[in-house]
């Protein structure tokens, strides 16, 4: 959905909240405005009613007749269905009751019918029909369909003035697709496929999901537009949108056909949508190339333009309010990420907007996107370290700000995934990420953040569940305190790494931790693995005398940091490498010239050759660390004394 979800917000008398929209601006944007209707729903009056469990839908062809002046809908839903439980006697879908439902047709007789609730329609069966036994079952329904959400069912007028200057369209994410049809508003369960047929007043056209395999041009100066989509979907990204459309397409080259991206433009802004537009064919090719083929080949891409400033996903067309690269690049995304695979609970949204912000990033990282790497990595920190807590898991889905939070959900849920890549790995990570998104049992079908994490573990060998329950299930991000100091004589940095949690939580991020040191004749960055609490002080061997120290040069990590230059202690930390002896006395067999003293710490590294200290003579130091199976021996009358 929307690239940013911080809103400029229309404000009717009965909308709740403003927040501000950010957009990236591009040359003579069309729309920096965004609906975002909220009416004063309880939580349950936004959620499913959770009494369609007992049966898989399999198909709907909706036909229906609409006038995009009017917001008003009118037409039937044919679903195919089959029973899951024995003994159903009633068949239930999501459905609000202030639309009228006119009569349900089951073989081709009249059921009866009543709404149980304010949202759910209940049918009586006639019968018992036994367990996946395909059926089907015909509602006839009219009425003004609510709008709430981000505008579920909406019309308005387009910027082009004249006769025909109306717009209609939907846009069901997360609940409101009950507004406007009876469905079956889950994510556990698609239909196989769908079949919108939508009857306009002329010249209008409509852009809906899928291939328009019919136009009819009827008596009454209407025109029917029959569009088939062979594809499982959930009801949320159903959708048509209805205006006096200029329609053109672009052609995006691959190993196989092209494919067609399918453009419905308001006829003002033709001109500057075929501009931008061809932007996204090198974007459409690198998605492909990294992440395999574009899921619903066999039909389109496409955009249909509505009144809104930003952007939903919408199987094969997304609707848009402009054509900017990076909301035209993050749509695009979400075909993959939302749509080919989608989020089986709306606590785990982050998996749709996560990825398809980070997918954005990523077009900018190959010199296609609306901004460099760097800057568009530093605006999601910069932007997620804003505030202190929140969780990028969704727990309270009774606001709709808190599924689609712009900071936690989009843009920290897409620093997630790059911290994945910085921990894994780039060979790695998208292995596992291609993994995911292609696997046979969650193609066109529903993801939870467990079966990426499988995917991640299989591939780099890794047990991630710390990593997520620090990230993505805890709240806030770590704060750095870095100090180091620099040894001249043997060109040693020694540093300490403290962190700090943002809320107060205590919650301790184990990351690698990137260091930049420059200096005269040197540049180099050294990664420093903090795995656990306990791992604070640090050192590195460069070849030069640094002066300056950068912190996470590369910008990995979602963090605040300060970093402080410090005077040497003169507390050195030899390094036992044994390459002219086994004698501990020997100062060539030491890291940095010169026998250990009572201020050096020592440490015996695991793979080195064995050390000994030789019969009757001493040896000193501050602290040794031995480390398994390290082999220090003692010979006899040898003294070792540790200061610590």
Known sequence: MYSYLQKTVIKPAFILLILLFQFQSFSQEIDKETRLIIKDLSAQERSVTGLTDNYDIRYHRLDLQVDPAVKYVQGMVCTYFKPLEENMEYLYFDFRNNMTVDSVIFHNQQLSYTF?????????????????????VKIYYKGSPVTEGF????????????????????????????????????????????????????????????????????????????????????????????????????????????????????????????????????VFQF?????????????????????????????????????????????????WFGDKITCGAWNDIWLNEGFATYLDGLT????????????????????????????????????????????????????????????????????????????????YNYAMTDDLKLHLEAVSGMDLTEFFADWLYGEGWPFYNVNWSVDNDCKKVYLSINQTHSAGQGTFFEMPVAIR???????????????????????????????????????????KYTITQQTFSGRRQKIWLGTTSNDWNNALNWDCGGVPTTSDYVTIPANAPPCTIKSGTNAICRKLILEDPALLNIGLNAVLDVME
């Open 517 to 559: 040191f420059t200096g005269m004749g040197g540049d180099t960055t050294v990664i420093f693995d903090q795995n656990n609490p306990e791992a604070i002080d640090f050192t590195a061997q460069l070849n030069f005398i640094p002066n300056a120290a950068y912190f996470d040069p590369n910008l990995w990590l979602c963090a």
């Open 364 to 443: 900018c990282e190959q010199g296609i996107g609306y901004t460099n790497w760097q800057s568009w990595k530093s605006s999601k920190i910069n932007n997620v370290t804003g505030s202190t807590n929140g969780s990028t898991y969704v727990y309270d889905l009774s606001n709709i700000y808190n599924i689609f939070n712009g900071q936690l959900v989009y843009n920290k849920g897409a620093l997630i995934l790059h911290m994945l890549r910085w921990k894994l790995g780039d060979e790695d990570f998208f292995e596992a990420v291609y993994n995911y998104i292609n696997d046979p049992q969650l193609s």
């Open 116 to 136: 149980n609730t304010t949202i759910s329609l209940q049918i009586e069966l006639p019968w018992i029909i036994p367990v996946n036994t395909l059926d089907s």
């Open 151 to 282: 505008g579920s069912f909406t019309t308005s007028i387009t910027p082009c003035g004249g006769s025909n200057d109306k717009v209609m369209w939907t846009l069901s994410e997360p609940f409101g697709a009950k507004n406007w049809w009876p469905c079956k508003q889950t994510l556990d369960d698609k239909a196989d496929s769908l079949h919108m047929i939508i009857t306009c007043p002329a010249p209008y056209k409509v852009g809906s999901n899928g291939l328009l395999v019919n136009t009819v041009n009827n008596p009454d100066n209407t025109i029917t537009y029959h569009w088939k989509h062979n594809y499982p979907i959930p009801a949320y990204l159903a959708a048509f949108s209805v205006a006096d459309y200029s329609v053109y397409s672009d052609m995006v080259p691959g190993d196989g056909n092209p494919i067609e991206v399918l453009n419905y433009v308001y006829p003002c802004h033709l001109n500057l949508a075929m501009a931008n537009t061809p932007n996204l064919i090198p």
């Open 287 to 335: 998605y492909i190339g990294k992440f395999g083929p574009y899921p619903y080949e066999n039909e389109k891409y496409g955009h249909a333009q509505c009144g809104f400033g930003g952007g939903m996903e919408h199987s094969t067309m997304s609707f848009v309010g402009n054509y900017g690269i990076s909301l035209l690049a993050h749509e695009l995304a979400h075909q």
